[in-house]
């Protein structure tokens, strides 16, 4: 473990998260000091420089996104922290919250300044309530010692939906309505929660804001990847021997996440596959390990990064039978809004279904192939778009475990 960077975890184990005391002595609220001494402008170009991108689904960089609102003359803005981790197997945003959850909120009001808003929203998965109330406490004891000074931060709980991770189904959810994605353009920074410019931001993407602001843009950007500047937190489960989260520079390796950091596989058995980025991340064969964890380097092998979950697989697990889980997944959880996510999850759960009782045929995986592809394309949101990802890379790297079960 001493081969960690931990930019985003940099309090982990030294402070007491509810005692905001051991924050402050601990250097925190003084970025945000900084930041308010800064010309906003000025603000927004630093964290733009500095090659941040966001930590959630779409790495688009945090800056850039800061900027459209920053330019839109309105009465209110709003920033919204998407805590709404539904991804399974990640657990990495409960972690920083439940361990120091002053940097999201010092994150947050970073960016109130910036784009001109003193009204935030942390939106937390349903399945948390115990960490709703250490946010809660957290605001708390920051509005009794005046650090956020007039930045206002409520906690608002989702119910469950995994499609309210999505940001503007999640911005649905805040006004009380159905969780639903909308239609866009116009997007979040410039129309969002309640019509008015809305910043989101992923959990550990603001946690990174109080450290970029006190080191610089180059210091940032000279960690990692260059592309995908800084760490990342991942979270290992599955086959591997140590079920553990860590934060590593982006240029890192699967193949040193999985055995250097993960201990490697229990026993003496070989690595089938590992997923990255949770249930809606692709699948990534052995022979690929050595790609860095980077956003563009995960793409380019058909993957995503996403939530930064690590699921090991070993050889005697059988990849069909995960992925009709993982597609049986995808049919609940579809919102039903649009057709092509609506039907295309479906379709897909029913085909991977008869395949895996050998039931099907070789047209079948051609069909599916298609439907994937136009769901890829074609769905509304996130969710739509990455629920065909774990089939077509498990197709493309495992033709032969789909070849075996067909009639």
Known sequence: MSEEMRVVLRNFGKIDPLNIDDYINAGGYQSLAKARSMNQSDLIDLVKQSGLRGRGGAGFNCGMKWSFSSQIASEQKYVVCNADEGEPGTYKDRIIMENDPQSVLEGMAICGYAIGSSKGYIYCRGEYPYVVETLKKAIAQAKEKGVLDGFDIEVRMGAGAYVCGEESALIESIEGHRGEPRFKPPFPPVSGLWGKPTIVNNVETLANIPVIVEKGSDWYKSIGAAGYPGTKVLTLTGDVANRIFVEVPTNTTLRQVVYDFGGGLVGSKKIKAVQVGGTSGGFIPETLLDTSIDFD???????????????????????????????????????????????????????????????????????????????????????????????????????????????
């Open 297 to 407: 380097s995960m793409a380019a092998k058909g993957a995503t990064l996403g939530s930064g979950a690590v699921l090991v697989m070993d050889e005697t697990r059988d990849i069909v039978d995960v992925i009709e889980r993982i597609t049986s997944f995808f049919e609940h959880e579809s919102c039903g809004k649009c057709a092509p996510c609506r039907e295309g999850t479906k379709r897909l759960h029913e085909t991977v279904h008869r395949l895996k009782k050998g039931q099907g045929i070789a047209s079948d995986l051609d069909n599916a192939e298609r439907l994937g592809t136009v769901m890829a394309r074609a769905c509304l949101c996130g969710l739509g778009q990455a629920a065909p990802a774990p089939f077509l890379t498990t197709l493309k790297h495992f033709q032969n475990d789909y070849a075996a079960k067909l009639n």
